[in-house]
């Protein structure tokens, strides 16, 4: 994939509350509920965009987000992973909140009335449209994932015409496919209501949607059952599911589904590739649980990189000075701005114990902290000399990977000695500074060596991330990964960044 995934849809929040009904209410025959935990996640468009990031893609979601607090919730739990072109919404946001009991979803409340703000093919904010319509031009694939609150809608003419892969995931409540998707994916139900002819089989609605839709492919999802797939040409065949699904909360797996398509189709898979995977997908998602399974942690949790644990220099401290949590001012600037509130994370509840690392805990507090929890630590390491786009995104992608990320950085030295006297351009502070103030990273430190092997034996991260232009045989620190028992994941970079020829266009141009 050169282009991120871009999706394209109406985002709600999704919430679990969770507890036990041992007693019924003695004015109503309904159980009482002993709430005991409370679990926010994004839903619709926003769980797509979230389990796509969570594949280690760049993601970039289009969709409308209110002002409100469900709304700054929803964009708090997204923007360390995600890259948001946020629409102007009218109204609240949609908020589904779900009362489970030991597993069992008892009954769903939903509320707000929020529609994405303009008339149809009409963005209310003109630069809003202007963003939206350059991430649709630069996108390896296009997924719109409608929920009949109006994104898709608005976008529907720069929707027309893409030159790549454009899977569309449909709604009751939303429009018709733009003619010309690469592949559309109802649901049964949604499939019978798509359709102008008495529903008979999945085999004939599909094969009959793909004339009057105008797609190259549809695939008709069937939950345990997998999918039905029905091709340009009257080509049609079921793709069973790789074996039957043990879990029983299927929620979110359509969005698995398509989700899992668009990447396949945009990595070049044919349509039967495309859906293949995504029914395994759907398939191990609905195994591990659902979207109730997924646990963003927010308000001090580190698994959503809330109140960041700051800098560290503990991997070679050589100002012998203790650096966890302040910058060399001595000025705490562990996890807050300059108003005084923590800078991400706020707009969520706190609903569970903190993980036992507060503002000021070093890179190691961190690692030890997350593995205590069971969790996955993801580390990267390298200059971070004049950081640009590149950088924002490889490290939101490395984070979404697991639970915690720690950013190793060459110190001044190390980098002298690697690319000559002429760098680095911004001193090691200013480049951890900068580090620091991103919301997708959890703790930073700095490494006096040629190679981060040290620190990495002592970090012991669950994955080591690099981006594309590395493999492993010219990866000096992969030995010390593979020692301490961790994984390497090399990331695809973004076409068109790099530090050299930043600092080579600044001279040229001065």
């Not at 908020?95 to 509320?111: E, F, N, P, Y």
């Not at 630069?138 to 720069?158: F, K, Q």
């Not at 030159?163 to 496919?177: A, E, T």
Request: hydrophobic share 40%; glycine share 12%; proline share 6%.
């Amino acid at each position: 994939m050169s282009g991120p995934l871009v999706i394209v849809g109406d985002s709600l929040l999704d919430v679990d509350v969770e507890g036990t009904a041992d007693r019924l209410c003695p004015d109503a025959p309904v159980p009482v509920v002993e709430g005991q935990a409370e679990h926010h996640r994004p839903g619709g468009a926003g769980l797509a965009a979230l389990l796509a990031a969570r594949d280690g893609t760049r993601v970039v979601l289009i969709t409308a987000l209110g002002d409100d607090p469900s709304g700054r919730c929803l964009e708090d739990l997204l923007s360390p992973m995600v890259e948001i072109v946020r629409l102007p919404l009218r109204g609240t946001t949609v908020r589904k909140s779900r009362v489970r009991a030991r597993g069992q979803t008892l009954v769903r409340i939903d509320t707000g009335d929020g529609r994405a703000m303009g008339r149809p093919g009409q963005v209310a904010s003109a630069s809003a449209f202007a963003r939206a319509a350059g991430a649709l031009a630069a996108a390896s694939a296009v997924l719109v994932a409608d929920y009949g609150r109006g994104v898709a809608d608005l976008l529907r003419e720069p929707l027309r015409g893409l030159d790549v892969p454009l899977v569309w995931d449909p709604h009751p409540r939303g429009s018709l496919p733009v003619p010309g998707c690469a592949l559309v994916t109802p649901s049964e139900a949604e499939a019978r209501g798509m359709c102008e002819e008495p529903y008979v089989s999945p085999e004939r609605t599909a094969r009959r949607l793909v004339r009057d839709l105008g797609a190259e492919a549809v695939a008709i999802t069937l939950g345990e059952r997998g999918a039905m797939l029905a091709r340009r040409g009257g080509r049609f065949g079921p793709v069973p599911a790789p074996h039957v699904a043990s879990g029983t909360d299927a929620c979110g797996a359509g969005d698995r589904f398509a989700a899992a398509a668009a990447l396949a189709l945009a990595d070049g898979a044919s349509s039967e590739d495309a859906v293949a995977r995504a029914v395994g997908e759907a398939t191990r998602f609905v195994e591990e649980g659902g979207a109730a399974a997924l646990r963003l942690h927010h308000s001090g949790r580190y698994r959503s990189g809330r109140y960041r644990s700051g800098q560290d220099h503990s991997g070679q401290d050589h100002s012998g000075q203790d650096h966890s949590g302040q910058d060399h001012s001595g000025q705490d600037h562990s996890g807050q701005d300059h108003s005084g509130q923590y800078r991400s994370g706020r707009h969520c509840p706190a609903t569970e114990p903190p993980v036992p690392f507060g503002p000021g805990a070093s890179a190691f507090d961190v690692a030890g902290a997350v593995r205590a929890a069971g969790g996955r630590l993801i580390a990267t390491g390298g200059c971070f000399d004049l950081l640009h786009a590149g950088h924002v995104s490889l490290l939101r992608r490395a984070r979404a990977l697991g639970d915690a990320l720690v950013v190793c950085v060459n110190s001044d030295d190390s980098i002298r000695r690697l690319k000559g006297p002429g760098r680095p351009l911004v001193s090691e502070r200013d480049r951890v500074e900068v580090l620091r103030a991103l919301g997708c990273v959890d703790a930073v430190t700095v490494f006096d060596e040629d190679t981060p092997s040290q620190v990495i034996e002592r970090l012991c991260p669950d994955v080591w991330v690099k981006g594309g232009d590395y493999d492993e045989r010219s990866m000096p620190e992969a030995e010390a990964v593979r020692r301490t028992g961790g994984e390497i994941v090399i990331l695809p970079t973004v076409p068109g960044y790099s530090t050299t020829d930043l600092i080579a266009a600044a001279r040229a141009a001065s």
